[in-house]
């Protein structure tokens, strides 16, 4: 399944976040392509809330 960030535009878009939130987005998304397997797939985590409603 597509990474949420890959169904969007590659276009940058006009922003207002601060610089902090910039700098640890950066980070997460580097941490998510280092190491692709770690997270669940949006099938896992429809599941998961669907059992625990």
């Keep these: ?3 949420v ?8 878009a006009e922003s ?6 910039a700098k640890l987005l950066d ?3 580097a941490a998510a392509d280092a190491n692709p397997n770690a997270g669940y797939t949006m ?4 599941a998961y809330v669907k059992r625990n409603k």
């Design 1 to 3: 399944m597509a990474r």
């Design 5 to 12: 960030a890959e169904q969007f535009p590659h276009e940058p």
């Design 16 to 21: 207002n976040i601060s610089p902090e939130l």
């Design 27 to 29: 980070e997460r998304n």
């Design 43 to 46: 099938e896992e985590v429809i």
